[in-house]
């Protein structure tokens, strides 16, 4: 029989995806030598760049000393400087950053544009909707994966059209379900971490889909990273695709020690920020999405091979936080172990572990993946220690070549009374939580809006309420007959937690502040699988399984 590739996608599209996406796209285009944009929907040369400081107009943003110092300067020399619109365009974009000959892109219509031509080639079988469950392990050999049971109640018990997970048994298991994919993390727990290797830095990443008004300025191909806003903590990035429509997005980090964290309301305060606000104002939402971005990077590499698997993508450790870059190191990492499976079956030798490590991560040890990935790993340890160091440590990063750089780790998330300690007395505090409790909403509007954000102008049409923007941007799936995917485990921890962070960050508003027991609700239908959930709730009390579904949009 001949050797067939066939992969297993959890969502129930192939252009499911949720990422920027800006990249020099120098292994994509390894792979496409006569690659033109023109030829994939959506996607445009990268035209110009820009990185900018945007400064906070409403005084809401908690900013450390030295940030306001410099905001003070900025404004009182603004004038000579070409401050405008509260934003300050920084003349000098850092090397690292610069996506110089690369492509704006959307992931799902990459994707789609990739995997239409695989299964064309007849090689490849792409198999949406269905989830992995685990993988199957033969003592510590992975043989396979085992599907999702369906037919199954909410809470996992058979029902009427129970249809147990089919076993597929493999030669080789590729890994490459992303930053929160189960069989990875199940691998992880199994296998543990290289010594010195850890996955504790993330962030979300929260996006939105805009059809520009008619008037605008704005080339295909804009690219611009802004930080300082909405808060010093939150990087942001707007590209432009053709046809007038943008993708604009944040970033929300773990080393953002606010416990009210959501993407989606800051999103909204980003677009509103007056520079960005001129160009999308009159624009209409398409879609949006959210996503977890595992920022551990290098090393956050896991065991690249073993006994019958390998693992690429971002879930390998291949992301670079100093570059800002995950699909091209993700697509290479995928196309060294394609040349590595090639070359020992054209040798006619077994895919063991031994040989996989003298191809594919020999291969991949000597590419600029490895040299890049090495060069960021330390880059952004100083976020811990604040704002401030952080960028100094990404500068120094970038500038020493990964030499130098400012160390730091984590802190835990504070309690609210203590984060919001100066701003918010413990008594609002108390009266806003039981203010929210009674309307049945998550607290972080309520308790933003008392720190001096103003509401945000919902227009229907670009700015909606969270919960419209779950019916109108792309479509949530929750088909039924699978067990839930989201599981609190022990009710005390839920009891003893003052933060609800879970409630509080959910990028979906699937999980609810708990009603009649300790637990909070989680609804299926709202979630958009950013998996969020899972490192953000720091007591580890939440289960994130493989699951069907999420927040659908072709265009993400
Ligand atoms: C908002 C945002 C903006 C970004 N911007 C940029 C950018 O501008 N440039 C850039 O280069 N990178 C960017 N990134 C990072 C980039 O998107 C990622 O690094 C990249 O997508 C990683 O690719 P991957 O294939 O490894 O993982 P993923 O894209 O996460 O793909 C993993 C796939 O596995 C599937 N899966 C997971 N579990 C299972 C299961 N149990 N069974 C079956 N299927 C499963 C998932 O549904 C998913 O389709 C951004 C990310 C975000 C969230
Ligand atoms: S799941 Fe975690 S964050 Fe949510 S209430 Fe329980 S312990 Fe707190
Ligand atoms: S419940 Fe769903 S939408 Fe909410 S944080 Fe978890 S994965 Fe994201």
Redesign the pocket.
Known sequence: MPWQVVC????DGLA????????RARGIRVSFPHLSASQIPMAAPVASEKLVYLLDPHGASRRPFLMRAADRILRLFGGLIGLEHSAFEIPWTPSFLH?KGGLVLS?GQF?QWVGEQLMASGAVQIWPG????EPLMDGRRVAG?RL?DQGVAPDGAPGPGFLPGMDIRAELTVI????????GRKLDDLLGMPPGHHKRDW?????MVIDLPEETSLEPGTVIHTLGYPEPEIFG?F?VHPERIA?A???VPSWFANPVRTSYRYLQHFLLHPYLWRYVKGGRMRSW??????ESGRRGEPHLVGDGFAR?????G???VL?????????T??VQLAEAVLALLREDKPLSKQNLEATYVRQRRASWVEKEGRIAQRARDGFHRGVVSGLVGMALAGATRGLLSIPGSPHPVRRMEEYFAGRLSPEQIAALRRDSALRGVPLHDAVMEACGWPAVPYDGRLLMTHQDALLLGGKVQAPPGYADHVLFLYPSLCEACNSKICVEMCSGEAITAPKDGAQPGFDREKCV??GACLWNCEQGNIAFR??AG?LHSAE?
């Open positions: 297993y996608e959890r969502a499911f995806g949720v990422s920027g996406v800006a990249t996506k992931i994707n269905m989830p992995v469950a994966v999702l490459a379900d992303g930053p929160v994919g189960v069989l962030a979300v990443g929260a996006k990035f590209y993708s997005g944040v970033f999405g959210a996503k977890s971005l595992q690429i993508g971002e879930g390998s291949s992301t670079n570059t800002g870059s995950g699909v091209d190191e993700a697509w990492t995928g699988f950013c493989a699951g999420g993400n």
